[in-house]
């Protein structure tokens, strides 16, 4: 559409210095971009987030026969000497070895980068993570030796910013759980407290890395079970107010973990009875401890944010397809569906765009081209929590994209004008959305009464013609 508002010479009406700051802004648009998705209610870093998607999409790619997880370390030459052990470990050629540790390459072609046009890797940038630069057939670490293809766990484990210490101890501990729970669903275990089961002060550095750990864990037990649960909790409740407990006295006098000692006995009863609450008061084998809004969302979205090269953070690396098959295994934990994913991933490729710069138009049209998946949804789907999730996603896209448009004049010159078309395709498609498919007003009147692209549009020439013509009559008053 961008030909539509090329003809109206736009910048000609501001100031050359008004140039620079326009770019200024622009640049940092990815700082002052609300997440849709709401705040927890608790203190969570990026960090603890991070580690907490990466332990749960490790639990959850185990195989479905129950067999245990393969611990596999790292290929590249920085890590061949690394004295990590576990009890499973196979060859990664082992025809036992579980899905999560097939090897990557890059022969293929993705078929997510294909469906959007998505940029590979810069040739000019550092190779990717899951990039191999040999046959794969050496395992030395001197130089000229090739290095052999990472696995997915591993890659995962790199975007993911997760140490090599913490995903050891992750890996050993759920093999032990594996071996003790053979046959067992994943959405039956809670994973965090099935870790401090596992984990004792003597697996980490120092009792600090131990305490810190702890606490992390203990919070994402009151973020999923007591701030943000998947049903609504009465906080009379005696679980609840002793999970509470619990957790804030080890906010000062951390417990002993690693054994089944009362404390953990204490706490796995109150976790265990908040987890398996269902609708009619029942309990049920699965467990709900991470699939509450907005917890969920926040999770899910730092899983998909991995897919993004580490060394390009514009670039999607060209091993999604594998990464995107392995995420979706967490859609059971986290309590995520098809209809969920597309609006994440569309808030992932927008918000990347954003951030990055608003110069990767492979971004901004694949958001665009997400979003008319998510339009499909729009008209089949009544759940209410995916209608809120869906309305704020939207609206945030929206008053990103209205806030360039109603003055385009200021937001555009020569530079950018190419962004133009992208942006107000973004704007129309989500004003579509939420007019025609949240919106009751829309309901109460007939089609064609109302044609929103035609409306923004309208709206987004007049609002810019008069903005300029206001900054004009000040010029010569």
């Known amino acids: 559409m961008a030909h539509l508002f090329r003809d109206l010479s736009l910048g000609h009406s501001k100031r050359e210095s008004s140039s620079t700051t326009t770019k200024s802004s622009a640049a940092a648009g990815g700082t002052d971009l609300p997440s849709p998705i709401g705040q927890l209610a608790v203190e969570l870093s990026d960090s603890d987030l991070r580690l907490t998607a990466y332990e749960i999409f490790v639990a959850a790619c185990r195989t479905s026969s129950g067999k245990p997880l393969t611990y596999v370390t790292s290929f590249t030459s920085s890590n061949s000497n690394s004295n990590l052990d576990s009890p499973g470990q196979l ?186 609450r269902s609708v009619d008061g029942s309990l049920t084998e699965a467990c709900h401890w991470a699939d509450g809004f907005p917890l969920n969302l926040r999770l899910y979205q730092m899983l998909l944010e991995a897919c993004f090269d580490i060394n390009d953070e514009s670039s999607i690396l060209d091993e999604i397809d594998e990464l995107m098959e392995h995420i979706k295994k967490t859609w059971g934990i986290l309590g995520i569906n098809q209809t969920f994913h597309n609006v994440c991933f569309t808030w992932v490729l927008f918000h990347r765009f954003v951030a990055t710069g608003q110069v990767e138009m492979d971004l901004l049209y694949a958001a665009d081209g997400q979003l008319e998946e998510v339009a499909k949804d729009a008209k089949t789907t009544k759940d209410p929590e995916y209608a809120k999730v869906l309305s704020s996603t939207l609206t945030a896209i929206m008053g990103w994209a209205e806030k360039r448009l109603l003055a385009y004049h200021e937001t555009f010159d020569t530079s950018n004008i190419e962004t133009m078309q992208g942006i107000v395709s973004l704007g129309v498609a989500a004003a579509k959305i939420l007019v025609e498919d949240i919106s009751n007003e829309y309901r109460r009147r007939r089609k064609s009464e109302v044609n929103v692209a035609r409306d923004r549009i309208d709206t987004y020439i007049r609002s810019s013609l008069r903005t300029a013509f206001a900054q004009a009559s000040s010029y010569y008053p």
């Open 91 to 276: 060859s990664n050629n082992s025809p036992s070895s579980p899905a999560p540790q097939r090897s990557l390459t890059s022969a293929a072609a993705s078929k997510v980068k294909k469906a959007f046009g998505l940029k590979s890797p810069g040739s000019g940038s550092k190779k990717s993570p899951g990039s191999s630069t040999g046959s794969g057939s050496g395992s030395g670490s001197g130089p000229g030796k090739p290095k052999k293809a990472l696995t997915v766990g591993e890659l995962m484990r790199i975007q993911m910013k997760v140490s090599e210490a913490m995903d050891s101890r992750v890996r050993r501990a759920l093999l032990r759980i594996a071996a003790s729970q053979v046959g067992r669903r994943i959405e039956s275990v809670v994973v965090p407290l099935e870790l401090l089961q596992q984990l004792k002060l003597s697996d980490f550095t120092d009792s600090q890395e131990h305490d810190a750990w702890q606490k992390r864990t203990l919070k994402v037990l009151e973020v999923g079970l007591l701030l943000h649960p998947r049903l609504p909790l009465d906080r009379a409740q005696s679980s609840a107010q002793r999970l509470r407990q619990i957790i804030h006295g080890a906010l000062d006098r951390p417990i002993e973990t690693g054994r089944n000692n009362e404390s953990l006995q204490v706490l796995r009863s109150a976790v265990m009875t908040l987890a398996s």
